[in-house]
């Protein structure tokens, strides 16, 4: 069974606001997640890496102020994207990964999120 | 220079039919590898890690090539469901702590009847 959940799994909203995608690590604590971006036909792009109780570290180029990133507890991660255009529309993918499972820590990756902006 | 390059292909391949796939990576302090496998508008999941020297996994072989820096994936007989798109991944931490993984374009596998 799936052991990080995404929810929504498909959002679809208007220019302007604004739209929030939950990860949640079910059945382990992640201090850590990352949320990735992926354009059709495209490799999955690290946004940033979330951080729980403190900031998330962003990868150059990804602007702050438009994908904010709140991990608030040790199970849940949520990335808002803030006045969307239809530029950002995308698959978004959180991932998380669970030393319990995989003695390595095998990163397990949510549903995904696709998002499509009007 | 993409950190990660893979043909995106597709490859169409008649089941039962080896296929290999081939990766190539620019950061010569990268230090661990995966193959994963992305079904069409779903999450990738871990096929398999990539070691040192070279590992099986069933029909699935994985080998690494520091010198030339590439990875293989070699797929025997090959099965209806291993269509899909599979992503060679990189990481410059030996344990992939940092989750900060390279992931390539991928190179979409087709397997006909």
Known sequence: GAVVSQHPSRVICKSGTSVKIECRSLDFQATTMFWYRQFPKKSLMLMATSNEGSKATYEQGVEKDKFLINHASLTLSTLTVTSAHPEDSSFYICSARDFKR?????????????LTVL | RKEVEQDPGPFNVPEGATVAFNCTYSNSASQSFFWYRQDCRKEPKLLMSVYSSGNEDGRFTAQLNR?????SLL???SKLS???TYLCVVNMRASSNTGKLIF????TLQVKP
């Open chain 2, 67 to 71: 010198a030339s820096q590439y990875i």
């Open chain 1, 102 to 114: 995989g003695g390595s820590g095998e990163l397990f990756f949510g549903e995904g999120s696709r």
């Open chain 2, 75 to 77: 797929i025997r007989d």
């Open chain 2, 82 to 84: 291993d269509s899909a």
């Open chain 2, 104 to 107: 390539g374009q991928g190179t």
